[in-house]
DNA sequence: CCTCCTTGAGCCATTATTGAACCAATTTGG
DNA sequence: CCAAATTGGTTCAATAATGGCTCAAGGAGG
């Protein structure tokens, strides 16, 4: 038997209300069914729709049960979940938008401290033959690059795409756009996005950094 | 067996991590299931999921088990709580990515019926004398706008710009930038913007939604 | 020989789950 | 209108799972 029960009831919890199942009037089964449904305790069950009452999924009452909150459209945890349905291509369209101009104002704004550390993320990636240590470098490298662009908006921005990238549906893609050949191909075009820092030549890496996400684009939807 | 043993677990972990093996909850066996399943002992694996902790792909907790650093629901949280304080200028510098991008993408991808409520937005908002009656339509006229870019992502972002600046801190610079005179100049950049949608002309829609802004960032900064 | 890593074992501190009981608010049915 | 049933709220002790830590013994490489 696996620990953390609450936390995997919570994400099946989650499976079901945005199913629809309980939709019509709204309602959620009484915790002790849902005790008795999922072979677990109620205190367990209760920590579960805590939860899901905190982050504003549920709202419960005494002797009358526990409900769908109503949601509204505007709050910033309803934006932030339709987010995460964000495809891909989506997606690429607005790091095309961002990510050179991100590129563009680190050219002019970062310190030399920090573009030794976007330098440093860049040289550790080109070493890295594993898989896994390079995608961790190559990510790390673009973050730092957002990180020295002095738009802490714009680094948030980042960030939330971060999240949404590292969440299941994107693994798959990722595995099967990566290969050897490409690694390769993403470090040349991180050493010229490098450069044109190094240069302080914004308008030199916004361009290279264009290239680099049409490369990537190109790699991850195939086109 | 040679040794480095623990170096090879931590490569295999990555491997695993970055193929999303764990990526639904966010967490990972615990180090003594590892330990079995690697055929080592218990300490070794600790040693490597050490390593994996100390560069902030993972993180333990006593009791509770060993998760991925970026699942962390509350990273989530996190991210839009730093969000909540960004600074005008930073966000208008988004705004000036995004916002022209968005028109680009409109002037091409919307439907008639889209435009139209673009342009029901955009009179409604001419009409209004009262400044809160026309601070929610000109919020109307630029997220229908968005809503018709066919990015759901671009469009999410803006709601959450929108959100953002429905702060009271935001509330009463918009108070003092406001005035009768920058109101008709809104309505003909307005004009301006809506005229190139309704020709189709992504390069036009483009430099108008840039004009406005520009406007915007004059009257909101004081520049 | 010395150093570092692995092994295997044990114990600790923290946290989660269980099962139970009782309370308080609400609904249901007579 | 009242009583019973339903439902979430709270507490508690016992048990189990989990990471944190230490130690002694063995082994591989310099």
Redesign the interface.
């Known amino acids: 038997m696996p ?2 029960v609450a ?2 009831i919570v ?1 099946e919890l989650r499976k079901r209300i945005s199913s629809g199942e309980w939709a019509e009037n709204g309602r959620i089964p009484p915790e002790r069914d849902l005790a008795d449904e999922f072979g677990v305790a109620r205190n367990t069950v209760r920590r579960a729709v805590g939860l899901l009452e905190q982050d504003g999924t549920l709202v419960r009452h005494v002797g009358r049960g526990t409900f769908l909150a109503t949601v509204d459209p ?3 945890g309803a ?2 979940a ?2 995460e ?3 891909p291509a ?2 690429m ?2 790091r095309k ?2 990510e050179p ?1 991100a590129a563009s104002f680190a050219a002019t704004n970062a310190s030399t401290s920090e573009l030794n550390s976007v330098r440093e993320a860049h040289e550790t990636a080109c070493d890295s033959t ?4 390079f ?2 470098w190559d990510a790390e490298f673009h973050h730092r690059v957002f990180a020295c662009s002095r ?4 680094k ?2 980042h ?2 795409m ?2 949404l990238r ?3 549906p ?3 893609m ?2 099967r756009s990566f290969s050897e050949e490409r690694r390769v191909t993403y470090c040349g075009e991180h050493q010229a996005i490098l450069d044109a820092l190094m240069q302080r030549d914004p308008d030199a890496a916004r361009q290279a950094m264009l290239i680099h996400l049409q490369t990537v684009e190109r790699n991850l939807l195939g086109r």
Request: charged share 30%; no cysteine; proline share 2%.
């Open positions: 620990r953390l936390a995997d994400i505007n709050s910033l934006v932030v339709r987010m349905g964000t495809s989506d997606m369209e607005i938008l961002l101009a594993d898989m896994p240590v995608e961790h738009n802490d908006f714009l948030e921005i960030n939330l971060r999240i590292n969440q299941s994107w693994f798959e990722k595995k």
